[in-house]
């Protein structure tokens, strides 16, 4: 995973044909949040991930690819993974879709989450679609499970493209360390279930993209990180 400006091609080969998605991250606020720019290549019609602020930022890497943004996803409820989505929002004209309605509490106080932060106010964002185990979503002409983790948050979800073999996991794995539980409706256990029964299982082959850092794999995770050992 590389900075903003710098694609990563999902499912790409050693052919010369096209990959069925490119992925821009770009970090953005002082808390160097994950936000993600994903799309078809074959359309150019994609998603923004977690726009947690430095809206105009993400804009202008929008425009750079010359992407068509369908609609914003979220994984969950904390201030640096949606402090800039109802903004985005309200320039792309497109819906904000998650995450699970557990989270709602969070999002309604996202101003006091601002302010313990001592970040400036953000605009508070209204979900158009909450998510639950099970549903699918479609972005970037892909297909995404939904799997509902909590524990980092209460309706903290993971996007999984089985055919890809790729994860957005948010805030629930990293590579080498696990989400933060210490915060507002946080519990480690919980968190540790959600990851030993919803993404341990899905295979060491699957690749994920945290909400901060690294991208890594889930076989990887499996051998060296030390919250499995």
Sequence with gaps: MTNSGHEMKSGATTEPKQPPVSIVVIPVTPFQQNCSLIWSP???KGAV???GGDVETIVKVIKEYGVEVEKIILTHGHIDHIG???DLAAQLGVKVIGPHKADEPL???VADQAK??????????RPDEWLDEGDMVEFAGRNFEVLHCPGHA?????FFDRDLRFAFSGDVLFAGSIGR????LGDHDTLIRSI?????????DVSFLPGHGEASTIGHERQTNPFFK
Aim: proline fraction near 15%; avoid cysteine; charged fraction near 30%.
């Design 84 to 86: 800039g989505a109802a």
């Design 116 to 125: 313990q932060f001592g970040l400036p106010d953000v605009k508070p964002v």
């Design 107 to 109: 999002i309604e106080r």
């Design 49 to 51: 991930v977690d726009p």
């Design 181 to 184: 539980t210490d915060l507002p």
């Design 196 to 204: 030993k029964e919803k993404m341990l299982p899905l295979g060491d």
């Design 154 to 158: 209460p309706g903290h979800v993971v």
């Design 42 to 44: 074959e359309t150019k």
